[in-house]
């Protein structure tokens, strides 16, 4: 699946929008052990993170010809992917500073094979705005989110494992929430 250059976004990352139509999920609240989750607002995954987007502004920025370049290399990459049967549940704390309280912001996300992915940040080293060391990160869709509508950021595999909480097969997330409605 060839896809157009979808250009980096303000806060300088890079996506590939998708839609609901493309995951087995109901785009309504769902209820697990007793939580309300939101589906998210809309659905990407995230090619590039805002840090490393950064990165590769800073270089584009005196040199258009690379964005150029860039976008030629992304769109003639097959963007294919699958979805995965597993979605994990990522949670984390956060200080709510305004009454010295904690609050658990959690998502559901879903692991996708995106094998375009690896071939287009090969092509981000080898152009040199990238460091040759850095992996690519685990390619994801965020469906639902409690207390955090924007999600959470998920740069690399160690902070996947480091969040997740739980991880279970995707018909038990369709399950459970049919059942607990």
């Not at 609901?20 to 995230?46: A, M, Y």
Request: net charge negative.
């Amino acid at each position: 699946m060839k896809l157009p250059w979808p250009g980096f976004s303000e806060k300088g990352s890079l996506i590939i929008p998708l839609e609901w139509s493309e995951v087995p999920f109901p785009q309504r609240p769902i209820n697990v052990e007793g939580e309300r989750f939101e589906p998210k607002d809309e659905l990407h995954v995230t090619v590039i993170g805002k840090k490393p987007g950064h990165v590769i502004l800073e270089k584009i920025l005196p040199d258009p010809r690379i964005e150029s370049t860039l976008r030629q290399n992304f769109e003639e990459i097959d963007w294919s992917f699958n979805l995965g049967d597993m979605v994990h549940l990522l949670s984390r704390e956060t200080v709510n500073s305004a009454e010295s309280t904690f609050d658990l912001e959690e998502t559901f996300v879903l692991p996708l094979q995106v094998p375009g992915m690896a071939a287009f940040y090969e092509c981000l080293k080898s152009h040199g705005l990238l460091p040759g060391n850095t992996l690519t990160p685990p390619p994801h869709i965020t469906l639902y989110t409690r207390n955090c509508p924007g999600g959470i950021g998920v740069p690399d595999e160690a902070t996947l494992i480091r969040l997740t909480r739980r991880t279970i097969p995707v018909i038990d997330l369709l399950f459970q929430d049919q059942h607990s409605r």
